[in-house]
């Protein structure tokens, strides 16, 4: 299995800075796609950022501009650095991990979820 926890979410005021890590651990063979997603009460999760194995990166328009998504593909982490904050991006942020793990029968694929961790953004 392959485990996902993040950190670094808390409270900051409109237009301030955080920045998110996520680390997985377990039985990893690689890990082709990290990112970030959000839900806001009362809202459907949406796709924050996400950045492949080979560095290349995608960002939801709303977001572009103001956060940036980086992974250290030797400790299987992702950070989201998270600048000019508005009230609106209140939200339990949660981090995904694709991949293959390393089991004695072959290689299985996975795709995990972190158990999330709250960012609100209020004065």
């Known amino acids: 299995q392959v485990q996902l926890v993040e950190s670094g979410g808390g409270l900051v005021q409109p237009g301030g800075s955080l920045r998110l890590s996520c680390a997985a651990s377990g039985s990893i063979r690689s890990i082709y796609t990290m990112g970030w997603h959000r839900q806001a009460p009362g809202k459907q999760r949406e796709l924050v950022a996400t950045v492949t194995s080979g560095g290349n990166t995608n960002y939801a328009d709303i977001v572009k501009g103001r956060f940036t998504i980086s992974r250290d593909n030797s400790k299987n982490t992702v950070y989201l650095q998270m600048n000019s904050l508005k009230p609106d991006e209140t939200a339990v942020y949660y981090c995904?991990?694709?991949?293959?793990?390393?089991?004695?029968?072959?290689?299985?694929?996975?795709?995990?979820w972190g158990q999330g961790t709250q960012v609100t953004v209020s004065s």
């Open positions: 995904n991990a694709q991949g293959t793990q390393i089991q004695p029968y072959g290689s299985p694929r996975f795709d995990s």
